[in-house]
């Protein structure tokens, strides 16, 4: 199966960032088109951004537009979320997912394979 490890989660200020990591294993040879969720207690998990298989194409949810950041850098078989101007609402679990297909989606069953997630908490 494949392993997906979120790494980068951590306490900030508001107005802070972040930069998240997700390692995929090394046996995972072919790279698929990746994304970011997070959920925060009591509420569904929520896209966040995603990313092609060529790091050509990004999507990104109105609530982080102009925040964050998507990137890859397939030869190293990772995937980077940069979080800048963090709020307190941003506060949540992170994953990271792998894409069923080469396209990208905002949705949960677009996706396989997913990590264990990372915290992040930004405090008021």
């Known amino acids: 199966q494949v392993q997906l490890v979120e790494s980068g989660g951590g306490l900030v200020q508001t107005g802070g960032s972040l930069r998240l990591s997700c390692a995929a294993s090394?046996?995972?040879?072919?790279?698929?088109?990746m994304g970011w969720f997070r959920q925060a207690p009591g509420k569904e998990r929520e896209f966040v951004s995603a990313i092609s298989r060529s790091g050509g194409t990004t999507l990104y949810a109105d609530s982080v537009k102009g925040r964050f950041t998507i990137s890859r850098d397939i030869a190293k078989n990772t995937v980077y979320l940069q979080m800048n101007g963090l709020k307190p609402e941003d506060t949540a679990v992170y994953y990271c997912?792998?894409?069923?297909?080469?396209?990208?989606?905002?949705?949960?069953?677009?996706?396989?394979?997913w990590g264990q997630g990372t915290q992040v908490t930004v405090s008021s």
């Open positions: 997912a792998r894409s069923i297909t080469s396209n990208i989606g905002d949705k949960t069953y677009e996706y396989d394979y």
């Open positions: 090394k046996r995972t040879f072919v790279p698929y088109a």
